[in-house]
């Protein structure tokens, strides 16, 4: 259930009503708007006389959540999440996010190249994979801490955040230290006891959609996370696998204004892996801020086509300069800053 509070509900209206909740057995989760504080109220609701709330000092309105998300859906934000981040960043407002950097750290040499080169054209964010989950074991599958520990360097070094992948609850403590945001991969979207735990920290997390998933699915495994507390997910949209067969992946664009209207949390995509191919990186990553998207994510190399991982999709440095000057026109169009 939602209970909307009136604009001018004092803080002792809210916690009568906190408690009312409580009282019957429902979990309470609450968020405070610039205009009004909304509380979702998730547990046994089926049989409950919602009046009896509706009739409380304070209360706006009161409805039943249909959708079997409760905390990702629009209701629970109206105006949106905006996702703020230890150095004042943000994901989700007027301003899209640049989250960029090599598929895997591979060495020192690598990635602080790569820092280098997203704080002059983008600023903000630097990926890297230090954990790769490869389709194939025999494959590079990362450097470990040791990688991470370049990166943190690298992004501290020209003041970026550092964006990386956790595959296994076991990782995360290990990683607190070194990332301001995890990535849940999308092969990971339905490992649904790692997203528990990732629910119980406090550091935004960016959870890509499976490749087979649907929205609804996205947004029930945001909702794991979301149940445990931590208010700060990010939808990444990837692309999905489809029967076509000319690009890795089917870049569902159309998600993006899906999920804005569905959810209040940003949606980032993320064309690199939506196409698979370099040379249509930069249409995809277009489409996808005139789309709506908050932020994008972007494979790039200095030496893209001997990236250990992901080349084929991944852009040079001089290209991704050029993307970001593009993307500036796109986004001022779409009355954004980029
Ligand atoms: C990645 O970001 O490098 C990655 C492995 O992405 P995905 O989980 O979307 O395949
Ligand atoms: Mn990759």
Known sequence: MIVAMQEKATEEQIDAVIGAMEEVGVNVHRTTGAMQTILAGVGPTAGLDLSKFEMLPGVLHVHRISAPYKLAGRAFRPEGTVVEFSNGATIGGRHVAVIAGPCAIE?????????????????GFLRGGA????????????LGIPGLELMREAASANGLLVVSEVMEIAQIEQMLPYVDCFQVGARNMQNFNLLRELGLIRKPILLKRGIAATIEELLLSSEYILSGGNYDVILCERGIRTYETAT???????????????????????????????????????????????????????????????AAQTLYLNQFEKLVGELRVIAEAVGRTL
């Open 107 to 123: 060495s020192r040499d690598q990635i602080f190249a790569i820092a280098k080169c997203v704080r002059s054209a983008s600023g």
């Open 131 to 142: 954990f790769k989950p490869r389709s194939s074991p025999y494959s590079f599958q990362g």
């Open 248 to 310: 890795r992946n089917t870049m569902d664009i159309a998600a993006i204004p899906v999920i804005k209207k569905l959810s209040h949390l940003p949606i980032v995509a993320d064309p690199s892996h939506g196409t698979g191919r370099r040379d249509m990186v930069p249409a995809m990553a277009k489409a996808a801020v005139a789309a709506g998207a908050d932020a994008l994510i972007v494979e790039i190399h200095p030496n893209a086509d001997k990236a250990v991982s992901d």
